[in-house]
Nanobody
Framework: QVQLVQSGGGEVQPGGSLRLSCVVS?????????MAWYRQSPRNERELVAG???????HYVDSAKGRFIISTDGAKNTMYLEMNSLKEEDTGVYSC?????????WGQGTQVTVSS
């Protein structure tokens, strides 16, 4: 059974940094075709924040370019989202996503709040 378990998140002041983690279990990491981080905020529909066409072709939403970094550690079966220079508009519930074997999998979501 494939599972994505997230950690990280929390509350930070504008300009601060956070790192989200997403551990994938129940499958070989090499079987994953695509991984991504999505954000759901009260004012917006769920949007793609950062994606990674495995093994290493990242892409970002314009608002995240230069501030966020998506990466993976195959030895730990983990995907990360490093978020720097955070802004209030980055606030939302962040969920990790993986696609493999034609199926989609989601993490449980974690709240990120950027507030002064």
């Amino acid at each position: 059974q494939v599972q994505l378990v997230q950690s990280g998140g929390g509350e930070v002041q504008p300009g601060g940094s956070l790192r989200l983690s997403c551990v994938v279990s129940g499958t070989a990491f090499s079987a994953i075709y695509r991984m991504a981080w999505y954000r759901q905020s009260p004012r917006n529909e769920r949007e793609l924040v950062a994606g990674l066409q495995m093994p290493s072709r990242p892409h970002y939403v314009d608002s995240a370019k230069g501030r966020f970094i998506i990466s993976t550690d195959g030895a730990k079966n983990t995907m990360y989202l490093e978020m720097n220079s955070l802004k209030e508009e980055d606030t939302g519930v962040y969920s990790c996503y993986a696609m493999m074997g034609g199926r989609e999998y989601w993490g449980q979501g974690t709240q990120v709040t950027v507030s002064s």
